[in-house]
Nanobody
């Protein structure tokens, strides 16, 4: 079992930066693919970025160059650095951990943290 707790959300002005953190409890953090997703009001949840156990990253095309995902396995934490924020980045941001240990597929979610980009 993995528990995920996000932090770092809040109100930020357009053009500003914000860093989200997701602290994971439980064992074997380094074996999980970690991801950040977001959900804006009235929209479906969408992938923002993911990082595999080996450090390979994947980003939503529209966010490449502005957002950076990283992980610190020693701290059981994954980060999302968000730069040049826009009002359309306003959403609840969720942390996700997933892995497949045959035959089990494990998928865990945090409770989310609100990011509001507004002047």
């Amino acid at each position: 079992q993995v528990q995920l707790v996000e932090s770092g959300g809040g109100l930020v002005q357009p053009g500003g930066s914000q860093r989200l953190s997701c602290a994971a409890s439980g064992s074997s953090f380094s074996s999980y693919t970690m991801g950040w997703y977001r959900q804006a009001p009235g929209k479906q949840r969408e992938l923002v970025a993911a990082i595999t156990s080996g450090g390979t990253t994947n980003y939503a095309d529209a966010l490449k160059g502005r957002f950076t995902i990283s992980r610190d396995n020693a701290k059981n934490t994954v980060y999302l650095q968000m730069n040049s924020l826009r009002p359309e980045d306003t959403a609840v941001y969720y942390c996700n951990a997933k892995r497949t240990i045959v035959p089990k597929y494990q998928d865990y979610w945090g409770q989310g943290t609100q990011v509001t980009v507004s002047a």
